[in-house]
């Protein structure tokens, strides 16, 4: 009795369909290895399945593809070799992204040449600043000497 109501169950169509999970495919597939009796019903509705599907499908005789084949069938005249079209648009657009590009590298190698005198010349301002705060100190220590030499004291 547990064979009949499995197969009643509707889950053999669900199999055939391919709606099932996983897990109960597989337990389908061992049922059916079990049970001859099921496996001949999944046999069955794959058979029902086919012929159902047979018959909603048009049938073209060999007789009517070659009538629709030969009033497709056009006459075969010469093939006319074509030049293929150079479009110079195209290549002008190459060329622009090209020299667009090339520009574009060459700022930014005068922007890297620039940035890098900035920076020396930076360094030598701070430099230079150093120097001359070191004159002025040297500067303000000899002033009294310079005063005695001068005798303004």
């Given at each position: 009795m547990?064979t ?29 290895k ?23 499908s ?14 497709l ?7 006319i ?51 001359l ?20 004291c």
């Amino acid at each position: 009795m547990e064979t009949k109501q499995y197969i009643e169950s509707g889950i053999l169509e669900l199999y055939v369909y391919g709606l099932l999970s996983e897990a109960e495919n597989i337990e389908v597939a061992e049922m059916a290895k079990k049970n001859p009796a099921i496996n001949d019903e999944i046999i069955a509705i794959e058979k029902a399945i086919v012929a159902l599907s047979s018959s909603f499908s048009p049938f073209h005789s060999v007789a009517n593809y070659e009538k629709i084949k030969a009033k497709l069938e056009l006459k075969h005249a010469d093939v006319i070799e074509l030049e293929p079209s150079r479009n110079w648009s195209q290549y002008m657009g190459w060329a622009a992204a090209i020299i667009l590009l090339l520009g574009i590298g060459y700022q930014y190698n005068q922007l890297d040449q620039t940035s890098n005198k900035v920076t020396t010349t930076t360094i030598e301002k701070v430099k230079l600043e150093k120097d001359l705060n070191a004159l002025q100190l040297k500067n303000m220590a000899n002033e009294p000497s310079v005063g005695v030499v001068r005798g303004e004291c």
